[in-house]
Nanobody
Framework: EVQLVESGGGLVQPGGSLRLSCAAS????????MGWFRQAPGKERDFVAT????????TYVDSVKGRFTISRDDAKNTMYLQMNSLKPEDTAVYSC?????????WGQGTQVTVSS
């Protein structure tokens, strides 16, 4: 059974940092491109970042470039999102995602709140 479990969210002041983790099980994460998405209150879920199956290629939404870094540790079947210089507009539920075949799998999400 494919499972994705996020952790690492919380409350942080503007300018602060958090590192999110996405622990994968039920599949070999190294074989798939994985991504992070976020959903702010009252808004649709938006793409944040992806990392290729071999880890050599990453993409980011413009609003997080230079502040967020996506990475993966395939030995641990875990993907990360290092978030620096956080802004109030980064407040959202962050979820990780993988597409296997024709099906998308999602974690339950972790809340990130940026507020003073």
């Amino acid at each position: 059974e494919v499972q994705l479990v996020e952790s690492g969210g919380g409350l942080v002041q503007p300018g602060g940092s958090l590192r999110l983790s996405c622990a994968a099980s039920g599949f070999t994460s190294s074989a798939y491109t994985m991504g992070w998405f976020r959903q702010a209150p009252g808004k649709e879920r938006d793409f944040v970042a992806t990392i290729s199956w071999y880890g050599g290629s990453t993409t980011y939404v413009d609003s997080v470039k230079g502040r967020f870094t996506i990475s993966r540790d395939d030995a641990k079947n875990t993907m990360y999102l290092q978030m620096n210089s956080l802004k109030p507009e980064d407040t959202a539920v962050y979820s990780c995602n993988v597409k296997i075949g024709l099906k998308y799998f999602w974690g339950q999400g972790t809340q990130v709140t940026v507020s003073s």
